[in-house]
């Protein structure tokens, strides 16, 4: 079987499980290098907003982010005025932590969701955290697909009353037939954004993460 065959196969598998199941929750994924893909998402964006009859308050986006528990307060020498400025790590073993943020079309941001490094849970972790966040472990500190699904329930928690549309990327940590499922019970429809398009259209990483983690780092280093 040739590429092209390979494809139709593919494509057409997908079109039946998504008929036969009529799910409201669908990964609908596009690529950018497509000809005429960012008109055919936004289109697909507009489309979902208007036949869902879905409201600004119900728009939100997810993505998530890491930060080092361990960062060094090293210096180094850039040209003045230079916008992108590397930065040196400390040479001791690094552990991540990720933060997953959800915020809405009107600028309403639900607590954060946590993922520390580890095997058993430890609840100490929860002390000082924000009013409402929740955390979880994995073995690499990174998301993983029982993550995602913890983190549906989490986000149906804290969506106004409605349908509501969640824009994400469509890393593989998201490709969870059981979180579809729990989306599709909450009223929640997710939308994938095309692939290697999270550097332009992904709000949160654009607005709110490199704010984030330069005060984190800031703090680190005082």
Request: aromatic share 10%.
């Amino acid at each position: 079987m040739g590429r092209k065959g390979l494809v139709r196969l593919l494509y057409e598998a997908a079109s039946r499980f998504v008929e036969e199941n009529n799910r409201n929750a669908i990964i609908r994924t596009w690529s950018w290098t497509e000809p005429r893909c960012r008109e055919g998402f936004f289109n697909l964006l507009m489309t979902t907003i208007s036949d869902e009859n879905i409201s600004p308050q119900n728009i939100f986006n997810m993505d998530e982010t890491g930060v080092q528990l361990t960062t060094g307060s090293t210096e180094v020498i850039a040209e003045k005025g230079s916008k992108r400025v590397p930065q040196l790590s400390s040479a001791e073993k690094v552990e991540t932590v990720s933060i997953i943020a959800c915020c809405s079309a009107t600028d309403s941001f639900l607590p954060p969701y946590i993922i520390f490094k580890g095997v058993r849970r430890k609840e100490e972790f929860a002390d000082g955290l924000p009013a409402g966040a929740e955390f979880c472990m994995t073995d690499s500190g990174y998301a993983q697909t029982h993550t995602f699904r913890s983190f549906i329930k989490f986000f149906s928690k804290f969506k106004p009353p409605g349908k509501a549309l969640l824009i994400m990327d469509g890393h593989r940590s998201h490709i969870d037939a059981d979180a579809f499922a729990v989306a599709e019970e909450k009223g929640i429809i997710i939308l994938s954004l095309p692939v290697h398009t999270s550097h332009e259209l992904q709000p949160l990483d654009k607005t709110v993460f490199k704010s984030l983690k330069t005060a984190f780092y800031a703090q680190s280093k005082a």
